[in-house]
């Protein structure tokens, strides 16, 4: 008896199903892990996608780029940036990101918001940011540090666009002349720029969102004389697709060479985007490639 058409089915679906229904259970495991006031476990979350523990950790790490555990971090921190943003109280804000404790909150505060609840609900304004601005091999740079870490290394040709610069992006800190004692770590700084092959031992205080910090963490990790391109560091996210994001997050970097985005150019191997100037990436990646002295770029 001959099958009717409706009777026939392929044996294998299209791969364009495959990828929405796959893109459908993560999107759905996202949602889930958003509404739950706790994280949900990694077990629960599998179970719910009808997948093993293995199998969903890797798909949703492949989808979104990062682990369940870290987007659900990140959703905590969005909610307790929202409630101490909207003017609650740091209670409010333990209980809307989902904390069982105060001591649970206040301990993972650092990573979430970059500093204290107190200081994020005031806009930062109780942060103190030193800063001392010198002479590189590349022009002037200017070198910021929270008692974290340094917070930004800043390059340019003029003095007064660099401290302009810096209090555009920390509007609400209050920014203080470094003293005697700060110029080691402007030194180190200087080093690190007129030698950008060496190991950065500066200690750094990275500020951004989770996909920034991982963008970020992947720039650290090529090796000095070697680059990637865009859409090549976007594929060793797992975010093949998400190369106009990675160079996005590339140009929001602010601390130069120790986070080391010149070693990032274009398909084609072109050195563009560079927030500091096209001269200056040379200089850096000669520089690195053993090619003799930096000398002061050409600005043409």
Known sequence: MPHSQSDVRPRHQPDAAVSARRNERVLAACRHIEACETPPTLDELAATAGLSRFHFHRLFRQVTGVTPAAYARACRAARARAALAGGGSVTEAIHEAGFNSSGRFYEQTDGMLGMTPTRYRRGGAAETIRFAVGVCSLGHILVAATGKGVCAILLGDDPDALLRDLQD???QAELIGGDAGFEDLVARA???VDHPGRLCELPLDVRGTAF???VWQALRDIPAGATVSYAELAA????????R???GACAANAI????PCHRVVRGDGALSGYRWGVARKRALLDAEAGEPGLGRPDRR
């Not at 060793?236 to 190369?243: E, F, K, V, Y």
């Not at 130069?256 to 986070?259: D, F, G, K, S, W």
Request: hydrophobic residues 55%.
């Open 256 to 259: 130069a060479v120790a986070i």
């Open 245 to 247: 994001a990675v160079a």
């Open 236 to 243: 060793r996210l797992g975010r093949p697709s998400a190369t």
């Open 190 to 192: 200087v080093g690190l």
């Open 169 to 171: 992006r920390f509007a």
């Open 212 to 214: 920034q910090r991982q």
